[in-house]
Every structure is written in C-alpha cells, then in structure tokens.
C-alpha cells in the first residue's frame, strides 16, 4: 500500500493524457469517534489512466488528514485540490433533497399550466355566452347553452382540484426549500480532487479524511422480567453527522477512542527550593477598555460571511466514555446516515444476565417501595449514557447507566411498586437530663415502620434502609436498638445505614422498629439533632 503526498494549490486548467471522466467515487466505511469521523471513500481507476477526478466532494473535511491508499503497481502522483462556490459547481446539485424538489417543483409547474389553459377556456366559454363569440343558429342555442354549461362546470371544479393540490404541493416543498437553503448556508463550497497517477491495470483506490462534524453517544435500554428476575441489556447509539455529505448503504464502525485527546505525558519538572525574596510593588494598572456594545459586535459578523452562515453542529458529551478502554462496535449491516440535524438509533447488540429484583423502601424519603434490580456488573466496556427502562413489557422511565468506577455490582431502578404498601408511624421525641445533677442531656427517638405485601402472589425480596445517628465526637454517645435485628449497619460500607432485609410473603406485613438514646454534655451545642 503507498500513500500519496499531498499539495493543496489550484486545479491545472489542461487535463492529462487518459484522464478518467470525473466522479465522486462511493463511501465505502466510516469510523466514527465521539468527536468526529473517518471517512473511506473508493475510486476505480481504468486500465492506462494517468489521471483521477473526483468533483462535488463536501468542502468541510480536513485536507491535512486526507490519505491515499493504492494497491500494488499503482503509481501515486501529487494531489491537488480545489475549493468552489456552489454556483460555479450547478452539475454538484443531485443529492436526492434536490432531486425530490426538482420532480415537486416539475409538478407543480404542470398544475399551474393546466390552470392557465382552463382559465383560458373559461374566458372564451364567457365569451361566447356573453354573444362576443360568433353567432349560433337558433336551431341550435338550447345543445349549444347545455354543452357551455357542462363544460364550465368541469373546468371550475378542475380549478379547484388544482388549487388544492398546488396547495399541498407547496407545503411539501417549503420544508424542503427551507432544508436546501441551510444546507447551502452551511456548506457554500464543493472540494474537487486531481491525481497524477500511473496504472497498467484497472485498480481500486482508497481514500481515507477526517471530518469534524459528526459523533456518536451511547444509549441503553434495560428490559426486565420481574417474575424470573431475566434482564436484557441493550446496546443503542445515537449517531450524527453534518459533513455536508451523506453515508448512504456504508460499513459503520464505533469507537469509544478520542482522536482529539491528550496522547502523551509533559515532561517532568524537578522540585526546586528557594527562599522567598522580599515582594516587589507592581506599579498599577491601567483600567481595561469597557467592551464594545452588544449591537456593535454583533456587526463584526457581517450576514454573508462564514460566521454568520455557519450553524452551529450538534455537540456530543465526550465526558460519557472517560474512564472506560477504547472499544470498536462494528454493525453487522450496511446502513446510511443522512447529513442533517436529526440522530440515527443504531442497535448494537444485547446481553442476557440474571439479576435479582429487590422492593427497596427509604421510609425517611417516601413511603413507597421501589423495584431494584440487582446483578453482577457486565463484562466489557459500557460508557455512561441514558438508559430507557422497561419493566414487564411497559416503559417505567429512563436513567444513566454509569459502570465505569463502580463495584462489583450493578444497580438499576424499576419504578414503584405500587403492590407494596408502607406506613409510616409517628415518630416520638423526649428529652432529659442523666448523671450526677444533671450533667449529660439525653434525647430519645423512637421510629416505626409497617411493610405489606399486597400482590396477590409471590414474594417480594424487602429492603428496608433506615438512617441511623452516627456520633462524630467522642463526648456524644449513641445506643441504637432494632426490632427486628438488622442484617448489617453499614450498608455499602457506610456507617449509619441500617438494612432490613428478609423475604415478604404475599398478604404478610412486618413492622419495623429502632429506638434512638443519644447523650451529650449538658452545655454542649449538639448539631444534627431533630
């Protein structure tokens, strides 16, 4: 394989000897980043030619990253380049948006023709009844009257079928109109390319650049079975791309590689000690110029020039693949992504896993019961992105699935459960003096909580997590008592958080209970407290 130099300068006016028809070749593959793409296109190269043109090539790719690849026995010249306005270009104007407002507009050119020739038949069907038009023989008015009539009936009703479908023709054609003319305004110019080259054999050429307007973001979908505890996780991806030109049946491949990120270390500095030397008076600074008025900046982009004419390109959060490895996502099938505003949902595979479904209930938030699907963190490399979630075949909600950086298991909410019905009890508070006169103030606090299970079969795995005082000074003393003996109280590692966790038969209740003493020094300012 060789590649090419590049010298970007004005397109040679002579032709070379054997030079091939231009084209644009085909798109064969695209690489997309999370900031941008690389594009394949091909070219065929005939037998003997000494000469490619590739013409109406979009003018918003990177000239540096552009690379050529031949196969062996090819010979690669210079490339030159060229950048035209689209009016100098009229042959570059075939994408199917254009194609589709010339047979609308050719449509609509034959209804208002038709319209003009019955508008002209209206008038001499005026003429006549109005006696303007030559004489009819008496024997004949009555035939003649009746045969005026019919005929200005059916060219009246004509008329107003074709103002109805001029009328939805133009609503067909003003959205497309409005498409072209941004189009136009975000990418005034076509690139054409020349290649000296050398060939004794018909040979295909591949042609590798970079743009910058295009991305992708990742996005999921879990699927849920609370009966068996089955879960689907799905891969999606949004992708998108204002190159100015359209991906049309290519190879699709996505990385979570970020070509734009910091690809060495700086080098290291070593630790220098000084003594501090006496501080200098500056002498003071002038006062800055204020800024111009809004109204005048706004003239320094004058309406034609390329900062006003460029709209601004879809942003993708890069932030979504820190911290996971570089991973490719190759679709198993052709597809064609559009230029344009609007995102493509790609599928890009599913994992079956197993997970067990918990009802979690934090009575000092609500008192309500949440579904929790708990499950061991899936293998490979899952960027954070939104997460659709699906619960028994309907759409409970979305989330963020987020695995970089967690533990060994993965949590996913499922909505409320409705079927589980929490009650939460009064909460009761007193306070006293203990010790000799009085030296240490107690609080008390006691908490109470009834769980019931009413589906009307099955068991529901319960949780119950309860926020218990935690002392941050040795002078504050805490006593705790639970009812029913809790299963830890540090849940995740975390002092403080009490966890209830036992099976809940259907139709079955429990309560729960914890009672609070925490003690302080009499004239101690204890904060927290309620």
């Known amino acids: 394989m060789k590649n090419a130099p590049l010298l970007t300068a004005a397109l040679l006016c002579a032709p070379a000897a054997f030079a091939q028809p231009p084209s644009s070749g085909r798109i064969d593959e695209v690489l997309v980043y999370p900031g941008g793409a690389q594009v394949t296109r091909l070219a065929t190269v005939a037998a003997g030619a000494r000469e490619l043109v590739l013409n109406c090539l979009s003018a918003r790719f ?25 009016e100098r270009a009229p042959e570059c104007a075939t ?31 005026k003429a006549l009844g109005s006696g303007d038009a030559k004489a009819t ?22 008329q107003g079928q074709i103002r ?21 305004a975000a990418n005034p110019q076509w690139r054409s390319l020349r290649l000296r080259l050398s060939t004794a054999r018909e040979a295909e050429l591949r042609l590798h650049y970079r743009v910058n307007q295009a991305g992708w973001a990742p996005s999921y979908r879990a699927l849920l079975d609370t009966a068996s505890g089955a879960l689907t996780l799905e891969r999606l991806a949004q992708v998108s791309q204002q190159s100015g030109e359209d991906w049309k049946n290519v190879k699709l491949r996505l990385s979570t590689a970020q070509a734009a990120q910091k690809v060495g270390q700086n080098p290291p500095w070593p630790w220098l000690l000084d003594l501090a030397r006496p501080a200098v008076m500056a002498p003071p600074k002038m006062a800055p110029l204020p800024a111009p008025a809004p109204a005048m900046a706004m003239q320094l982009a004058a309406p034609g020039s390329r900062a006003a004419a460029e709209p601004e390109a879809e942003r993708f959060d890069p932030s979504v693949f820190q911290g996971s490895h570089a991973t490719e996502f190759a679709l198993p099938l052709r597809v064609s992504v559009d230029s344009g505003t609007q995102r493509a949902s790609l599928a890009l595979g599913s994992e079956k896993l197993q997970a067990q479904v918990l ?35 309907a759409l409970v909600g979305s989330s963020t699935l987020n695995i970089a950086g967690g533990g ?35 609080h008390r606090y006691t908490r109470g909580y009834v769980v019931e299970n009413r589906h009307t079969a099955g068991t529901v795995a319960l949780q119950v997590v309860e926020a218990a ?9 805490v006593q705790a008592q639970f009812s029913p003996a809790p299963a830890t109280q540090a849940w995740r590692r975390q002092p403080g958080l009490v966890l209830w966790e036992q099976p809940l038969a259907a139709g079955q209740s429990q309560r729960f209970t914890a009672d609070y003493v925490i003690s302080a020094p009499k004239e101690a300012q204890v904060t927290g407290l309620r």
């Open 62 to 86: 990177d000239p540096d990253s552009l690379q050529i690849d031949a196969p062996a026995g090819v010979n690669l010249g210079p490339v030159q380049l060229e950048t035209l306005p689209r």
């Open 95 to 125: 994408s199917p948006l254009d194609d589709n407002l010339r047979k609308l507009e050719g449509q609509r050119d034959v209804l208002t023709a038709e319209s003009s020739a019955l508008e002209a038949s209206l008038g001499y069907l």
């Open 137 to 158: 023989p008496a024997a004949g008015i009555a035939a003649t009257a009746d045969s005026i009539r019919r005929a200005a009936q059916d060219a009246l009703l004509r």
């Open 164 to 184: 109805r479908q001029l009328e939805e023709l133009d609503k067909q054609i003003a959205p497309l109109q409005g498409e072209r003319e941004r189009l136009v």
């Open 359 to 393: 009802a979690r209930v934090q009575p000092q938030s609500e008192a309500a019961a949440y579904l929790v699907a708990d499950l061991a963190r899936p293998a490979g490399s899952w960027p954070r992105g939104t997460l659709q979630l699906v619960r028994d075949g």
């Open 408 to 442: 060994e298991r993965l949590e996913l909410p499922f909505g409320r459960d409705d079927a589980v019905r929490v009650q939460i009890e009064p909460e009761q508070r007193n306070a006293g003096n203990t010790g000799f006169i009085g030296a240490r103030a107690e």
């Open 469 to 477: 005082p935690v002392s941050q000074h040795e002078d504050i003393k």
